[in-house]
Nanobody, 123 residues
């Protein structure tokens, strides 16, 4: 089992930046890829950024060029640097991990989830 705990959410004005972190504990040896997903009220959860053990990354079009995902310490720490934030980035953000390759934008492909951290962007 892997436990994921997010931190770093908060409120920011449009155009500002936030950095989210995720600490993984337990057995992370079988985690091959991790990702950040978000869910706004009334909307489906969507994966916006992924990273795998080989450090390959992938981003949803909605955040590409503004968000940067990174990991260190063998998938024990995951980060998401969010710049040029927009009102539509407002959501609960979740850290997630999957036991298999390749990366995925489908939430159902992820095996472990954190409890989430709220990001609110005011226009």
């Amino acid at each position: 089992q892997v436990q994921l705990v997010e931190s770093g959410g908060g409120s920011v004005q449009a155009g500002g930046s936030l950095r989210l972190s995720c600490a993984a504990s337990g057995y992370t040896g079988d985690v091959f890829c991790m990702g950040w997903a978000r869910q706004a009220p009334g909307k489906e959860r969507e994966v916006v950024a992924t990273i795998c053990r080989d450090s390959s990354t992938s981003y949803a079009d909605s955040v590409n060029g503004r968000f940067t995902i990174s990991q260190d310490n063998a998938m024990a720490t995951l980060s998401l640097q969010m710049n040029s934030l927009k009102f539509e980035d407002t959501a609960m953000y979740y850290c997630a991990a999957k036991r298999s390759r390749p990366y995925s934008y489908k939430p159902r492909d992820y095996n472990y989830w954190g409890q989430g951290t709220q990001v609110t962007v005011s226009s």
